[in-house]
C-alpha cells in the first residue's frame, strides 16, 4: 500500500505490506514530517495486490478524501521557551520596578508596610483604623494588544530553517501566551497576504486556541506591504485605544508612505515597530574582506543598514518605538519591551 501524499509532506516507511484474511480488517502506520504549515488534503492510496500464483500484479486506487491541519512547530515553541517565559514572568513578579503612576489599578487596602510610598497613604482608611493604611496598585489589566502582521514579499526571506514570516508568526504567539496570562485582551490583523485577516482583542486562554487556528494557514504573497491601506483598514476595525505591534522588514524606500501611515495611527494608538534584520547582513559586516568581490558585498551591506538606521531613526523623531530585531530573538525581545512598559504603566 502507497499513500500518495500532498505536496509539503514527506513519508518515511512507505509502501508499506499488509496479509489479511479473507474479509479480514487490519491497520497499518507510518510517519509523516510536514515541510510547511496549511491545510492539506490527501485524496488517494495505491494498493497492489499480487495474484494467486503471484506471477502478476493488480494495482487499485482508492479515493480516500481526508484533510489535515499542519501548525507550527509549536512543540518547541511551547516547550522550552514557554518555560522559560514562565520563569521570567516569577522573576519579574518580584523585581520593584519604578512605576510613573500611569497604567495601574487599585488592587486592595492594607497595612502599611515598610518602603511603601507615602502617597499610597489611604488618609480616610487610617483614620478609621487609626493605624496607617495604604492603597494596594497592580498592574492594569484589560488592556489591549493587536499585531499588525506583514505577510508581503519581503517576509519571505529565510534565516535558518525558518522564514521571517515564520518567525514573526511564533513571536506573536509567544507574546500572546504572555499578554493573555497578564489579563490583556490579544487581536491580529494581517496585510499584504491573499486573503487579509483581523480577530477582534479578546482576553481568556480561549483567544489563544482562536489566533492558533487563525494563523495556522497563513503564507506570504509577492505584493508589497502597503502600510497605508492597512492603517486605513485597522482603524476603521478597532477604535480603542490599544498597542498596535506592526511587524515587518522595513526599507529605505518606505520612508514617506510608511511615516504617514505611523503618524496617522499614533494618534489614536500606543505603536512599537518591529523590524526584522537579515542575519546575513550582520554576518557580511563582522567577515573580514580579502577580495574585490567581498569588499563590494561588504560595501552593499553597510549603506543598507546606513539606510535602515536612518529610517528608524527618522521613525523616533515621530515618537514612534522602534524595535530592530534578528528573527530568531523577535519574541524574547517582544516580551521584554511589552513587560517593562507595562510595569512602568507606558502601556
Known amino acids: 500500500m502507497f499513500d500518495h501524499l500532498p505536496q509539503g509532506l514527506e513519508h518515511e516507511d512507505l509502501p508499506q505490506t499488509i496479509t489479511l484474511p479473507a474479509r479480514g480488517e487490519g491497520s497499518i502506520g507510518y510517519r509523516l514530517r510536514p515541510s510547511s504549515r496549511g491545510h ?9 495486490l499480487p495474484g494467486p500464483l503471484r506471477l502478476w500484479t493488480a494495482r487499485r486506487h482508492v479515493a480516500v478524501q481526508s484533510t489535515t491541519r499542519v501548525y507550527p512547530d509549536f512543540a518547541r515553541l511551547y516547550g522550552g ?11 519579574l513578579g518580584v523585581r520593584q520596578l519604578q512605576r510613573r503612576g500611569l497604567g495601574m489599578e487599585f488592587n486592595q487596602l492594607r497595612e502599611f508596610r515598610e518602603g511603601d510610598s507615602l502617597r499610597q497613604i489611604d488618609w480616610k482608611a487610617t483614620a478609621r483604623q487609626r493605624t496607617p493604611i495604604a492603597r494596594e496598585y497592580q498592574d492594569e489589566r484589560d488592556q489591549q494588544i493587536v499585531f499588525m502582521l506583514d505577510c ?63 494563523v495556522y494557514d497563513l503564507q506570504t504573497t509577492r505584493k508589497p506591504a502597503d502600510y497605508s491601506s492597512a492603517v486605513r483598514q485597522l482603524m476603521v476595525r478597532h477604535k480603542k485605544r490599544s498597542l498596535v505591534v506592526l511587524i515587518t522588514n522595513l526599507r529605505d524606500e518606505d520612508d514617506e508612505e510608511l511615516l504617514a501611515a505611523v ?31 567581498e569588499a563590494l558585498e561588504y560595501c552593499g551591506a553597510i549603506s543598507f ?43
Open 40 to 48: 492539506f488534503t490527501f485524496e488517494h492510496c495505491e494498493i497492489s
Open 81 to 91: 521557551q514557554l518555560l522559560a517565559v514562565d520563569n521570567w514572568l516569577s522573576q
Open 152 to 214: 508581503g514579499r519581503r517576509m519571505r526571506s529565510q534565516d535558518g530553517d525558518l522564514s521571517h514570516f515564520d518567525h514573526a508568526l511564533n513571536a506573536c504567539l509567544l507574546l500572546s501566551y504572555v499578554a493573555l496570562r497578564q489579563g490583556d485582551s490579544v487581536g491580529l490583523a494581517t496585510f499584504a497576504g491573499e486573503h487579509d485577516r483581523y480577530l477582534a482583542p479578546v482576553k481568556g486562554a480561549g483567544q489563544l486556541n482562536l489566533l492558533l487556528n487563525s
Open 263 to 293: 503618524r496617522q495611527l499614533g494618534k489614536h494608538h500606543r505603536v512599537l515597530i518591529a523590524s526584522l534584520r537579515e542575519e546575513v547582513l550582520d554576518s557580511l559586516r563582522q567577515s573580514p574582506v580579502q577580495t574585490a568581490d
Open 305 to 347: 543598514l546606513n539606510a535602515r538606521t536612518s529610517l528608524h531613526d527618522r521613525l523616533r523623531a515621530q515618537g514612534m518605538a522602534i524595535m530592530d530585531a534578528r528573527p530568531k530573538e523577535l519574541g524574547p525581545q517582544l516580551i521584554a519591551r511589552y513587560l517593562n512598559w507595562k510595569k512602568a504603566g507606558t502601556l
